[in-house]
């Protein structure tokens, strides 16, 4: 019983490392185009150093204001932070 524990929470961890993250449940219609996106986050001090689209999000991989590395995921939408790393 023990070692199912274990399996289901280790198979519960992988599956989840390869999620797609969920950002909107807006149609792709009613984004905001990429390069106003890239323009507008750019605005708020933001370097994109790499540009992703996973599931239903942008993302960003690059710097900050400050100069910090940051991952971020947004609302494609909105523009809204959903999770940064």
Known sequence: MKQLVIGLALLGVASSAYAKKDCTNEPKEKWMQE???KK???AEG????KFKQPG???EIYGTNKDG???EIYFNPVD???VKEK
């Open 35 to 37: 390069a106003e996106f």
């Open 40 to 42: 507008k986050v750019e």
């Open 46 to 49: 933001y370097k994109i150093t």
């Open 56 to 58: 239903t999000c942008y």
């Open 68 to 70: 910090k590395k940051v």
């Open 79 to 81: 523009g809204s932070i």
